[in-house]
């Protein structure tokens, strides 16, 4: 059973930045997808940004396109979530998540493995 835990949440200013870590139990091979996902306060959980196992494209919502990105690396079982020039309205519960032979990956639904979250507060 793969094991995901995310770290790096915290209280930040807006306009700064904060990168999320996610840490896997053991190493993913290229067929697995891998994403970053979110859920504020009485809203739906929502894709971030991922990539696919398919051709390792990525994806990012059209709210954080130019500000997060996504990157992994395979030597250490991890994977990250960079973000920069925060909001207010990034504040959310931030989850890694990561599925296999996974084609279509922003949706939660499609994902198999999950961390327990990691809170990311944007506030002045």
């Known amino acids: 059973q793969l094991q995901l835990v995310e770290s790096g949440g915290g209280l930040v200013q807006p306009g700064k930045s904060l990168r999320l870590s996610c840490v896997a139990s053991?190493?993913?091979?290229?067929?697995?997808?891998i994403g970053w996902f979110r859920q504020a306060p009485g809203k739906e959980r929502e894709g971030v940004t991922c990539?696919?196992?398919?051709?390792?494209?990525?994806y990012y919502a059209d709210s954080v396109k130019g500000r997060f990105t996504i990157s992994r690396d395979n030597a250490k079982n991890t994977f990250y979530l960079q973000m920069n020039s925060l909001k207010p309205e990034d504040t959310a519960v931030y989850y890694c998540a990561a599925a296999q032979w996974v084609r279509v990956c922003q949706f939660p639904e499609g994902m198999d493995y999950w961390g327990k979250g990691t809170l990311v507060t944007v506030s002045s």
């Open positions: 990539i696919s196992s398919a051709d390792g494209s990525t």
């Open positions: 053991r190493f993913m091979q290229d067929h697995y997808a």
